[in-house]
DNA sequence: AAACGATTTAACCAAACGGTTAAACTGTAT
DNA sequence: ATACAGTTTAACCGTTTGGTTAAATCGTTT
């Protein structure tokens, strides 16, 4: 018999120390010791650093995608779809601050490894839902004229960015880790405002 | 006589390396290679791979952050400014791409090795004036209340974001790299719009 | 309790890594 | 021409790395 035990552990374990060192700065050793396992383990049951990375990307990509698109294509109206997006979403990532980052950058530095992974993750009819929401509005001259792409970006970027580039900021701004955190919990209805605030006729 | 040449090859073939592949992921045997010099160059330049890396890494803090400061301290008034950093700085982030996401990581995954460096280049009176002309504004009642910090996280987000997330955003959105530098063309004069008429009384 | 497959361990391995060394080479001053 | 410091190279070194192996242990079935 399996033992999923040992199995989710080691996911556990690989899970925590690649968010934090990457692919290439992880060490099959460490996981192993956070897993309180032997290091032969690791093999047995994922057969290798690639094939555990993946595992480790695939289950990550599936706690942060879905709840995008859960908030995404609710049928909610515009306005409260974007309060509830920067707030919902805000606070999630405030929770998994290593997420994007660790998205982000090895999805740039290993397109390769990752490619098999993502494009299930993707979903079409959702954007398009979307889009069609957004230009309604625009015909009904409730908000301005606007490339609902564009917007799209702009509320992801004022989400995200704040939070995985949280160290780099906090140097540039010169707060200690209270202080930011104070400015990230504010954003959760700051962004929403100015969003709406930038697009209501 | 000491040989500039090479120390300048042995830095640009560095930085070509360490930017797309990070700390971690770069081999100096392949630094070696690009800069057409036998691996033992490295050390007798640069001593080891650790002060190699962060020579590259002042070298890019050098080339981000006074470009930065130098939009922000300018004279001019509050929308000019936004303006113009939303121009000129997606436009040079544009051209070296792999900059913010390098940045930022590092940062993140190599406090210690990079702290030396960082503090020297933070300017303290610039920020202060931003925030007394965004709040001389305010009472003007020329712009709607808004904390200064989180109007600059706003446009920082906005402009770097959706560049250093290309990879990624172009998966979610399903564009090819023509689209989406299209798309990124025009947030030069998109995100700038956005801004002020988000918080233009 | 014997037998069997699944699980776990300790010991081991080859390759890759950052780094070192000693000798060779280069240009310049004398 | 020689001496000399600065530069470059090829060969080498010890360690760490991801991965393997064979034997030991565990749990279940008979």
Chains 1, 2 share one sequence.
Request: proline residues 4%; without cysteine; aromatic residues 8%.
């Amino acid at each position: 018999m399996k033992n999923y035990e040992t199995e989710d552990k080691i996911l556990d374990a690989a899970t925590e120390i690649f968010q934090a060192k990457g692919l290439d700065g992880a060490r099959m050793q460490e996981i192993a010791q956070k897993a309180s396992i032997n290091k032969a383990m690791l093999h047995y049951y994922y057969r290798g650093k690639e094939k555990l990375f993946q595992a480790v990307f695939k289950r990550t990509i599936q706690m942060i995608i879905p709840k995008m698109v859960q908030i995404i294509s609710s049928d909610k109206p515009l306005f409260d779809k974007i309060r509830q997006f920067t707030d919902q979403y805000v606070s999630f990532i405030l929770e998994h601050p290593y997420i994007p980052l660790f998205v982000i950058n090895e999805l740039e530095k290993h397109p390769d490894i990752i490619h098999s992974i993502i494009q299930t993750n993707i979903n079409n009819g959702v954007r398009e839902k979307l889009n069609k929401q957004i230009n309604e509005m625009i015909q009904k001259g409730e908000i301005k004229p606007i490339n609902p792409e564009q917007l799209f970006l702009n509320v992801l970027s004022m989400s995200i960015f704040p939070i995985m580039a949280q160290t780099s900021l906090r140097t540039i701004l010169q707060k200690d880790k209270n202080e930011y955190r104070q400015l990230l919990e504010e954003r959760k209805t700051f962004i929403a405002d100015f969003i709406i605030s930038a697009i209501k006729k």
